[in-house]
Every structure is written in C-alpha cells, then in structure tokens.
C-alpha cells in the first residue's frame, strides 16, 4: 500500500519504487534512492511506506519533515497508521494531503487548525456563517495557526510533563564514553481563550543573570542547582526571536496535547543505573557471564520497568542463570538474556550470573559482543531540570494565572543505555 | 463508518451501477458513489468513463462532495481534455463563491489540471483570486502562479502574473507572503537570468519580519530565498545574520537547516577578527548537534550536510566529536556518514578516542562498515601523524583477527600508510606476508605485491613471494598484472643477479602472451628501458615517489562552494550539483559563496573561489586519474608507483568544464562521489613531480591508441530518410503532405511536398506543432507565397528549433502536427529520425568519455543487434560521424574492432555507445549508456538506419 503526494507522478514512478526499493534484497542503504534522475524519499511506518517523489532540488530535509508531519496528523486523524485504516479513510487522506501539501509546497498542516475546515469526519461545511468561513481562513493563515479562537472551558487546567530519556554508551571498564539526556517538555493545556503564558526552569543562563541582578531574594533561590542547557528547540508557538534576546520562552499554547519544547543537556547528569559487566570465555564452548547493576538515586525514589539484555552469541545452545532479583529468561529467537524487575529502589545494587553453553563451530569470525542494554523508567529528570513556574495571562477573560491548576511530573527513561562487555 | 467498504466492489456491470448511483437525487448515494469511483481510481482501475456523471454532481453546495469531485477531476482531465471543458464553467463560478473555502479550492483545482484549453479560461478568475480579500484564497492563488507556470511559462508571463505575484511579497499575511516567494523562486529556477526574485535591502526586510510570524514551512521558503541574496556589505550580512539565529531553535529540522545554510553564506562576508563572527560559530554547534537527536532518515540528510560543514569550517564542530560515535542501533546509513564525519574531525586531540571507536567498529557485522572502519584506521594514520604508530599497531591487531575481509582492507591501508612514512614502519611487512594466502581481492593482492616490490631489499625472500604470484598471471585482474610487472621490475633493479630469469618472464607474459594494451605497452616501457640504458630505468622506477597527504576525498573546493549554497537539499544529500541531477534548465545556475569583505585575515581561511584557493587545496593522493582513465577499458592503472599526478592540460580541461559546465556537460560533476572527489584532489596536485615522467610514456601510449580513433574519416551528409505520406489526401479533403526530416548545417528542417489533389484553390497555410518530447517547434511561418492549384504540388522548407514546450510522447520521437489551410485545420503525427537531433559539438572530450561511461550505472545499458550491415569498422565510424555521432575511440580485441562513440542531444543529454564490429559478421552488436534511458531505443533506430543507407 503506498501513496504518493504530488499527482505529477505516474504509476511507472511507484512501481519504479516498489521493484528498486521495497522489493530490494538487501538492508536499506539510503533513505533517499535515485532511479533514473528521479529522487525517492521513505520512511516507513510499521508496514506503510510513505514516499515522496520529486525531480527537482528540493529541501530534502523538509520533505523529510513534512512525511513526519504527516504520519502525525494521520495518527491524529484516524490513530495507527496500517493498511487498513488508510484503507478506511483514503478519502479523508486525500483530503487532508490536498490542504496540507499544495504543489508540493506544504501548507499548514496543524491539526488544530485542520480540523475546522476538513470536511471528512468533522464539521460540515455549509452550516458555517460567512464570519465563521473568514475566521477559519485567517486562523489558517494567520500568525497563530495553531490555536483556533473561542475555545472555552469551565475549569482551566494544564498537565506539564518533562519526559526526559538518558543516553549512555560505557566502556566495560565503567569508563562514560558519551551520554546526553533528551529531554521533552510535553503541556496538555485546556485553557480558555487565547492565553499568554511564560515557562521558566533552571536553566543556568537565566539564574546566573539574575543572580548578577542582585536581587536578594532571588540570590537566595539560585542556591539551588541550575543547569547547563546544550541546545533547545521550540515548538512554533514560541517566540523565538525573544527567546534569543532574553532566554524566556513566552508563547500562546495550541490547545490540547503538544511538545513545547526539546532540550539536550551533557553536563552533570545524573545516570540512574551502573552496569558492570564481566565476560569469561570458558574454552572454546562455555562462557561464563556475570552482570551488577547498581541504582544510583535517592534511597526513596523507585525505578520501575527495569530489563537487562545481555546479549549472547548465536551458536549459543544452553543457558543457566541465576539472579537475586526479579526474573531472568533466555530468549533464543533474540540471542539475549533478558532480565527484568519490576521495581527497584535507589542505592541498590542487584546481580545476575548466567552459564552460557556453546556449539563449537569453525566460524573464523568472532562474536561481534554487542553491548548490554538496559531500560528503566524513574520519577525525576535525569538531567536535573526543574520547572520554576508557568504563568498564564488571559487579559480578555476573568481568569488569572492563580486559578489555572497547574500538573508537573517528571519521567526519566532510558534511551539508548548501554554498556560494552 | 469505513471507507474500505469501497475497495471491495469488483462486481461486473459495476461501471454501469456506478453511474446509476451517481444520477441518483439522493446527496447520500451520490457521495457515496464518488467515493467509489475514487477509490477505484486509487488502486488503478480506469473509471474514465464515468467523467460526464462525475462532472454532473460538480454542481452542488455540498463542500465534501464538491472536494470529491475535483479529486476525480484532477485524475481525469487530462486523458478526456474535450469533457474537462464541461467542468470550466462550475469552475469560473465557484472561483466567486461566498465562502472563500470554495474559492480557494476551485482555483487550486483548476492550477492541478494540466490542459492547455482549461488553462486560458483560468486567467481571469486566477486573477481576480491574486487579488482577493481573503488570505487562504490569495495564498492558494500565489502557488497557482507557479502551478500555471510550469504548464505554459509564456502564458504566464503575458498575463503580468509575475508582478502580481512579486507584489504579494508585500502583502500583509504570513502565509501569502511565504507562498509567493516559494512560487517565485520556484520560477526564477526555470529563468536563470531573470531578475525575478529582485531582492534588496526592502523586501529582504519585509521577508525577515514574516518569517518571524508564518508557519514552519512558509519560514523554510523563506530562509531558502534569503540564501540566494547578496549583501552589500558586512554589516547587512551581520544584521540579516542576527534575524536569522533564532531559528535555529526551531524544532522543525528543515527550518534549522535552511537557517544554517543562511549563516554559512553570509558569514564568509563578514570580517574574521568581528566579535560577532566567533559569536555566530559557537551558536551554529549546538543545533547541529541536536539534529542527531531527530529521526533516522532526517538524521541522514542532517549528516551529508554536516559533513560539507565541517571540510568548510572545521572549527565550528572540532570539539563534538562524541556526538558522531556510532551507536549499535544506528541504520547503516547513518553508521557509514556518522564514520565519514568523525574521520574529517579527527586531530591529536581526540585521537585516542577516535581510534578505540574505530576499533570497536572494526568487529561489527556489517561488512561494509567493518571495512570503511579499517580504512578509517588508516586514514587517521595519514592525518595525524602522532597517531600513526599507534593506527599500525591496531591495525596489525586486526590482521591477527584473520577476519578475511578486515585482513584485505588493513594491507591495502597499510600500504597508503608507507607511502605517507617511508621507512618507517617496514617492522610490520613480515606479519602482512604471512596472510599472503589469504588474499583474494584484486586490490589487496595489489597492495601487498607494491609493498613487496618497494621494500623488495629488505625481504629475503621476494623473488619468492613475486614468483608464487606469476604462476596464475592470466587469470589476475589487470590491476594485480601491472603492479606484479612492476614489482618485479623494481626487485631486478635492486637484485638484478638472482632475477633475471623472473623478469624476463614476467616481461613476455606481459608483452607477448596478453591481450592488454596498457599491460603490453608497460612490458615494452620496461624492456626498452631496461634492455637500452639500465641507470635510466633505475631512476625511472626507483625514483623517490611524492608523499601522498592527508585526506583523499574532500570534495573539490567550487564544488564545495557550490553545495554549502546548497544546504538541506537533494544537492547537499547527493553531493552532486543539482545540474548533476536535475534535468532541463532547472538548477543549472551554479551557486556561489560570496566573497569575504577584504580584512586582513582572509588569508587564513581563504575564499576558494579564487586562484589562490584553489591552489591551497591539498596535494593529490594517488588515486586520482587512474580510476577515470581505467574502467571503461576495464584495466586499472591505479597502482601507486606508476601514476603520478595527471597531466596539467587535462586538469585545465576539468577545471574549465566546471565553470562552462550546461546541463548537459554534467557527466562530468556528476560523476560519483569518489570519482568527482578525486579529479578535484588531481587538480590541487604539484604539475610535474618526479615520479610523473614515469607514467607520462603510459598514458602517453593510451593517448597514440585514442588518435587512431579520433582520426576517422571525413564527414559526409547526415542522413536523411525518404519521404513518406503523413498526411493522405482521403483525410486532408484534397491536401496531401508527405514529407522528411533532415539536419543541414545544423539546422533541423522538415522537408514537405504539399500537393492539391482536390478541386479548388488552397491558400493561407500555417503550421503547429503539439508539445513534444524534445521541444521541436517550426522556427519561422510555413512559406507557402503562392496559392497552391488543384493538381499542383508544391515543395517547402521549414527550418525548426528546440525550444518549444516539452511534453513527453510515446514512441519519444513522435510529432503530432496541425496544419491549417483555407478549407479546415488536418492533425498528423509522424516520427522523426532521432538522429536529427544530434548536436555537432557531441564529441566528448575521452577523460569526460571515461569517466560518464563509469558514472552511468548499468541499468541504463541498453544493448542491440545491428543485422546484414556489411561495412567495415572504418567505414561504420565515417558514416555515423555524418550524422553527428563520433568515434572517439577505437581497439580492436580478438579480431573485433570496438568502436567508443558519443553522441549529444539538442537537449543535452548525452548518449554514449559502444559499438562491436567483427570482419566478416553482418552483425553488429551496439551498447548503449546514457542517464535517459528512454532515448537509448531511438537512438538505436537512428543506427540502424543511419547504417543501412
């Protein structure tokens, strides 16, 4: 099932496609395939390929986005994007790709703001008053396409998740070769009208500036940890040419779930677990495999979702092992042990030895030894973010900033968390 | 409710039912029947004849129906023109509509379908749109511009569309402001000189205040526009620079780099010693950074370009190196650049880490991977030279790996490695011979026979090692034949009392028992050499080679340029130039950074595009002309000890084939990554090293060979095929035409005989031509001067160009043509003979020969049979050369004369051929390349025909 979003293109184009790159032997070497002088973009989404084809120089990386962009409203719009819910909505879809992609140049592709006008599933058109049509086109088209004007709720409330996700690749002998915490800055606001609100956290360059400031009051504050912010990037309802003059992020939210914000920060990070592997090969057929991990927060917090797998060669033919905590399986059609517990609390330490049997063979190649990986989940910013405050004014409505419930939690989850042996 | 329901019908009699549905009163069943047509349409089925009845329900309130409709419409006009008209006037309406939904999608619609009839009606209500008070119509009108553009260009600019739409650059919406300058730019493409995008100091400020106010992709646009405009001076370049770094922080990652392409350019204006300037370097680390952080595919595009970033401006990521390690779960393209990226940044500072990395890399799964690892290895080695004991000792750990693959790519670093630092790391020649067996590749085997012929005094046992490999000498491949030749040549020179016999057979191996030409011509070099003045083959063959240096692919300096002006799109991915890839006019304007505003340091990081720059460039490393020079006859004169660096008249010919470079020449910049990348790394080479006069007598003797070709014949009359009837009389109520294409002088004619065969007078002819694939268009009016008599026949000459609108015709070479009279307006088609359109300066120079030939990958071979042409191979080249097909090389193998030939189109598409001709066989088997492969077929015709008369 694939679908193509300029109608310039014939069907020899896909089938082009289809023989050279879906149906292509090997591993995917390039997201972006040249075929007689006409470029292919993919991504896949679990079995869908979304292509875009073009013959021109065009901003690769834009197209790149805006297949994201799509994937993204379609999820909105109709959720998992398979084979059969594209089926099911193919009218939908070419509606929406007819307002959001024009001649190949992308449009407002906000769901927001779409749904007011796709006729698909939603509002129908020729109800509208003619103030309503000419709201939604300046909405549309206007400097805040993302919130749509009118919206009203009895109970004014915002959810804010810091989401971070800690990267770690170690040396087996504990030594960090690199790690950096993405984090994400997820609001669900359910505000009315067209609020203002400003976000402040502990980013270092503003504490360090006010602490210079001089006021006492704030001096004071900043003794708590600030941190050093390597790069961020916003979602387009902030201002970023203030956010370059003055570090604050002031913004009119869209309204429902979105990501205000992206940061990565490499200084000072807090790594939830240490993973100390060590290796033996036994003879040529046994290797003995013994892995500590050690939780490293405060004693009252507790990580969950905890799974270690410790890769295992594939001529593997038996495994015994043996942990102190939680379960630990050999899993064949994944050459891994994978161990897993369910909680743990901080300062923990908790260990696995594991028995590995192999088949001899005359393999010349070696075991490549693929690094331990962990997964974890925790309740609080690996990176040590903190959100100060997030004011919201809505001059034109009686509601202050004092109303407005406000909702923080912090998650800390692995990324890419791993550990060579 | 669910859509798929629709996909399901396949009923018979389901066409019929259809259109039932859609004349039903019922809004409901009608949607639901449009529905159905639509997703037939979707998976391929041709429901064309359902046009009328969709069009019916075209007249409707109903929005979604109406949205419908147009879908279809979209799909369908352009197989049923004459029925698309029946939807003009719904259109003409509804581009007036109350409701500016409506209004906008009418004009959208209409701008999406592709018939020329549609497009005159489109006009008025086009313009009435540009203008119209709501910005989602005017925005939608804006691209419609563009849309109607790329249908009929000359249309546009009649109407004065252009300077409404330059005027929307000012309109007060974000939106409409982005569009119009993504539409214009998009046109201004197309009209390389035109001063379409006419940026100054004005508008540049009108578009840096919408790109703080529009959405993610209309800033996109507008940073793309911006990159293309000049700054007078610093201090604009500075103050357009401060607009443009907040973007950076946008979380679209196509905005950040459209931004980071801004940057690049406008910073080489401004002074080096600014505060500013080191301000702008350490802002642009960061977001490029994070753009690792995005997904996969977007990650790929963020790394080809990093990977222009840093060979520009080091110094911007010199610290980040981390960031670039792989991680297992990376995709192999992510793998193979992040590998690319981390070598260029490699210096004494991060070296150890690098190496432990490349280390580890080099125990992966993927071979390829595995292998670029190794190289990396070695290359880190050439870079820093503090490291280099270091990478041999990792790399001789990798040999006792004994992985085949890893021990074959580490000797063929290894030997790069001796050549950087001579007698330095000889220690290690006895490891690498004992993985002498193990090798099975032709380069590595090369390699290790190099190191062996060069260090031949310091291995005992040498003539044994050279001896094992001669046994099977035929069945080598050319690169290991000539570098066993040389070696053994070099160990006689050294040894010459244990060798004699050894070279002596080595020398009749090469000169007597192998079909080579370039091995043969070297086996008589050496023995004239050797048997004539011994101490000059000494210092021939043994002279002191020129160090090679440090990093072997950086891409050529303008081309460099060229990409940074490039950034974040396909050029930039590819790192070809658009022209490299885009065909027609498009892209073909050459991007170019603009100069640094005079201050005294300049010199440290030097403006490339000048002479100086070019100079600055690195000394080559070997492989440079070697690859360009070798494939196409498939023998390698890559071996380090015979090429020195090219000839300096042939990298003035590349040099000024860059600058001149139209679309068509692009074969030449286009060529693949390595192959581009090297010709740059010739360039920057000293003219005549040493070692050079050594390769001189080879390539020398190539060029011998070449003339004989080049030389062939005299030119004769293009040929011409006889006249046929295109028109008979039956249809043409009296008017017959028959007629021919021809080429004289280079003019294309079309050579008719009109005759009267009806009763009354015919006067008032005119000609046209449909689009067609190659543009052909009459150059001038049909000259008929006198009134054509019944029974009068009456011969006319009508000379044509290329430049009328292109549309892609099947067969390729078909002509629809009208021709109007007193009585009516008669249509034709006929087909001309390709041929005609073959250029008279469609002789390739044959380094470009080469080098295209390899470039063109071989899916676009095409091969055919030429049947009964007795001719010889002489006479073959002299006949084709008359129709503006060349030979420019020619070789005869087994008693087969190999004719190299090439070829141009008018559009400048190049085709190139490879034709076999054995005495005494009538037939002849042609081999054609070209990056179209479409025209190969006619192309083949042409031969033919071209042959048989």
Same mark, same amino acid.
Do not use: G, R, Y
């Given at each position: 099932m694939r679908r193509l979003n300029t109608q310039r293109f014939l069907r020899n184009a896909v089938d082009a496609f289809r023989v050279n790159v879906i149906h292509a032997r090997q591993q995917v070497r390039s997201p972006v395939t040249n075929i007689a002088r006409t470029s292919f973009f993919h991504v896949k989404r679990s079995n869908i390929w979304l292509a875009a084809v073009t013959k021109q120089n065009v901003n690769a990386a834009m197209v790149f986005e805006f297949l994201y962009k799509m994937c993204d409203v379609m999820t909105a719009y109709f959720g998992k994007i398979s084979e059969e819910n594209i089926k099911n909505n193919f009218v939908l879809i070419y509606e929406l790709l007819d307002e959001i992609l024009d001649f190949g140049y992308p449009q407002n592709s906000e769901t927001g703001a779409l749904k007011t006008f796709i006729t698909q599933q939603g509002i129908k058109g020729q109800h509208q008053t003619k103030e309503e049509q000419s709201q939604i086109t300046s909405q549309v088209t206007g400097q805040i396409g993302w919130r749509r004007e009118g919206i009203k709720y009895r109970r004014n409330e915002l959810f804010l998740d810091v989401l971070e996700s800690v990267n770690l690749l170690m040396s087996p002998q504990g030594q960090v070769l690199s790690a950096h915490v993405s984090g994400r800055v997820v609001m669900k606001s359910y505000l009315s009208g067209m609020p203002e609100c400003k976000f402040g956290m502990n980013d270092k360059i503003v504490i360090d500036k006010q602490g210079k400031g001089g006021a006492s009051d704030d001096a004071g504050k900043s003794g708590k940890q600030s941190i050093a912010i390597d790069d961020c990037t916003f979602h387009q309802c902030v201002r970023l040419s203030k956010f370059d003059s003055e570090r604050s992020i002031s913004f009119i939210p869209p309204d429902g779930e979105y990501e205000l914000m992206r940061y990565r920060t490499t200084k000072d990070i807090i790594l939830p677990f240490r993973v100390i592997p060590l290796v033996r090969e036994v003879g040529r057929t046994k290797l003995e495999v013994k892995v500590v991990i050690k939780s490293n927060f405060k004693p009252s917090l507790l990580a969950q979702k905890i799974e270690v797998r410790i890769p295992t060669p594939l001529n593997t033919s038996g495994v015994q092992v043996i942990c102190m905590k939680g379960k630990a399986k050999y899993k064949a059609s994944e050459n891994a042990i994978v161990w897993k517990i369910k909680r743990m609390a901080g300062m923990k330490e908790s260990q696995i030895s594991a028995e590995i049997e192999l088949l001899p063979t005359n393999? #010349? #190649? #070696?075991?490549?030894r693929p690094p331990i990986s962990m997964n974890f989940e925790v309740p609080f910013a690996p990176s040590g973010l903190k959100v100060r405050y997030l004011k919201v004014f809505e001059s034109k409505l009686n509601y202050s900033d004092h109303d407005v419930i406000k909702w923080v939690r912090y998650i800390g989850r692995s990324g890419i968390y791993e550990t060579r042996c | 409710m669910t859509d798929s329901k629709y996909f399901t019908t396949t009923k018979k009699g389901e066409i019929f039912e259809l259109k039932a549905e859609l004349n039903s009163d019922k809004k409901e069943k009608k949607k639901e029947a449009v529905k159905k047509v639509i997703a037939s349409m979707t998976v391929g089925k041709d429901v064309s004849a359902l046009f009328p009845d969709v069009v019916n329900c075209m007249q409707t309130d109903n929005l979604e129906l109406k949205k419908l409709v147009y879908l279809y419409l979209m799909n369908y006009a352009k197989s049923q023109p004459d029925m698309a008209i029946m939807a003009v006037n719904t259109f003409v309406k509804d581009c007036e509509d109350p409701n500016p939904l409506i209004r906008a999608l009418a004009v959208r619609t209409m701008g999406c379908i592709r018939v020329d009839k549609i497009t005159e009606y489109l006009c008025e209500p086009l313009r009435k749109c540009l203008k119209d008070e709501d910005p989602y119509v005017r925005k939608t009108a804006a691209v419609c511009v563009a849309k109607l553009h790329d249908i009929n260009a000359q249309l546009v600019e009649d109407q004065g569309f252009l300077d409404t739409l330059k005027d929307l650059i000012s309109d007060s919406n974000p939106m409409v402001v982005a569009n119009a300058v993504a539409a214009l730019s998009e046109i201004a493409e197309s009209h390389p000189n035109s001063n379409l995008l006419d940026l100054n100091p004005q508008t540049i400020n009108k578009l840096l205040t919408a790109l703080n106010e529009c959405t993610e992709w209309g800033q996109i646009f507008i940073l793309d526009c911006l990159a293309n405009y000049t700054p007078r001076d610093d201090r604009e370049s500075q103050s357009i620079c401060e607009r443009v770094t907040p973007r950076l922080s946008h979380a679209n990652s196509a905005v950040v780099l459209s931004a980071v392409k801004v940057l690049m350019k406008f910073m080489e204006m401004l002074p080096k010693d600014l505060d500013y300037y080191g301000t702008l370097l350490k802002k642009l680390a960061p977001p490029l950074v994070t753009l690792l952080s995005a997904e996969p595919e977007l990650q790929y595009v963020a790394l080809r370009n990093i990977n222009l970033i840093v060979q520009r401006r080091p110094e911007i990521l010199k610290h980040e190196m981390k960031v670039f390690f792989v991680k297992y779960n990376d995709p192999i393209y992510v793998k193979l650049e992040k590998l690319d990226i981390m070598i260029r940044l490699a210096s004494q500072a991060n070296i150890a880490q690098v190496l432990a990395e490349l280390k580890e890399y080099a125990t992966e799964v993927d071979v390829d991977f595995v292998r670029k690892a190794v190289r990396a290895i070695g290359r880190c080695a050439i870079k820093v030279e503090q490291s280099a004991e270091r990478c041999v000792s990792t790399l001789l750990d990798l040999i006792q790996t004994k992985v085949n693959y890893v021990v074959q790519e580490a000797i063929v670093v290894i030997k790069d490695i001796f050549r950087k630092y001579p007698n330095k790391y000889e220690s290690v020649i006895a490891t690498l011979c004992e993985n002498l067996d193990s090798l099975d590749e032709p380069e590595a085997r090369a390699a290790m026979i190099w190191i062996v012929g060069e260090y031949a005094e310091r291995i005992d046992n040498a003539d044994e090692l050279l001896e094992s490999f001669l046994e099977g000498f035929h069945d080598e491949s050319t690169q290991v034949q000539l570098q066993l030749l040389t070696a053994i040549v070099k160990l006689f020179l050294k040894k010459p009392t244990e060798t004699q016999e050894l070279v002596q057979q080595v020398l009749s191996l090469a000169t007597q028992d192998s079909d080579n030409p370039d091995l043969r011509d070297r086996g008589y070099i050496y023995w004239r050499l050797l048997s004539t003045d011994p101490v000059a083959a000494k210092e021939v063959v043994l002279a002191e080679k020129p160090l090679i240096s440090e990093e072997t692919d950086l891409i050529e300096p303008t081309l460099l340029e060229e990409l940074i002006c490039h950034i974040g799109t396909l050029a930039s991915v590819y790192h070809k130039p658009p022209s490299a890839f885009v065909e027609g006019s498009r892209g073909v304007q050459h991007k170019r950074l603009p100069g640094s505003a005079g201050s005294g340091e300049s010199v440290e990081s030097p403006d490339t595009g000048s002479a100086a720059g070019v100079s600055d460039a690195p000394p080559a490393v070997i492989p440079s002309q070697g690859d360009l020079l070798g494939d196409l006859l498939n023998l390698d004169l890559t071996p380090p000890a015979t090429t020195g660096p090219p000839p300096p008249a042939t990298s003035g010919m590349q040099l000024g084939a860059m600058d001149l470079l139209g679309g068509g020449l692009d074969s030449l910049l286009g060529g693949d990554l390595g192959g581009s990348s090297a010709m740059g790394a010739g360039f920057g080479a000293p003219p005549a090293a040493p070692a050079a006069s050594f390769s001189a007598p080879v390539s020398g003797g190539l060029d011998d060979l070449f003339d004989l070709g080049g030389g062939v014949g005299m030119p004769m009359g293009a040929y011409s095929p006889p006249k046929t009837v295109w028109l008979p009389a039956m249809k043409g109520k009296g008017l017959e035409i028959s007629g021919t294409f021809a080429r004289r002088a280079g003019v294309i004619q079309m050579e008719m005989t009109l005759t009267n065969k009806a009763m009354s007078v015919m006067t008032d002819f005119a000609i046209q031509f449909n689009r067609n694939s190659f543009g052909l268009a009459p150059a001038g009016p049909l000259q008929v001067l006198t009134p054509l008599s019944p029974n009068q026949s009456i011969e006319v000459t009508l000379p044509l160009n290329t430049v009328g609108p292109v549309m892609k015709m099947d067969p390729l070479n078909n002509l629809q043509v009208a021709v109007k009279n007193n009585i009516d307006v008669f249509y034709f088609s006929c087909q001309y003979p390709i041929s005609m359109l073959f250029v008279e300066d469609g002789k390739m120079e044959r380094q470009v020969f080469l080098a295209t030939w390899k470039d063109i990958s071989n899916d676009n071979e095409a091969q055919f049979q030429i049947k009964d042409c007795h001719l010889s191979s002489d006479a073959v080249s002299n006949k084709l050369q008359g129709s503006n097909i060349f030979t420019i090389a020619k070789r005869t193998v087994d008693g087969q004369d190999m004719l190299y030939q090439s070829t141009k189109l008018s559009n400048g598409i190049w085709v190139l051929a490879e034709l076999r001709v054995q005495t005494g066989n009538p037939t002849f088997t042609v081999c054609l390349k070209c990056r179209a492969p479409e025209v190969s077929q006619c192309v083949f015709q042409s031969y033919d025909a071209v042959l048989k008369n």
């Open positions: 393999d #010349k #190649k #070696k075991w490549a | -």
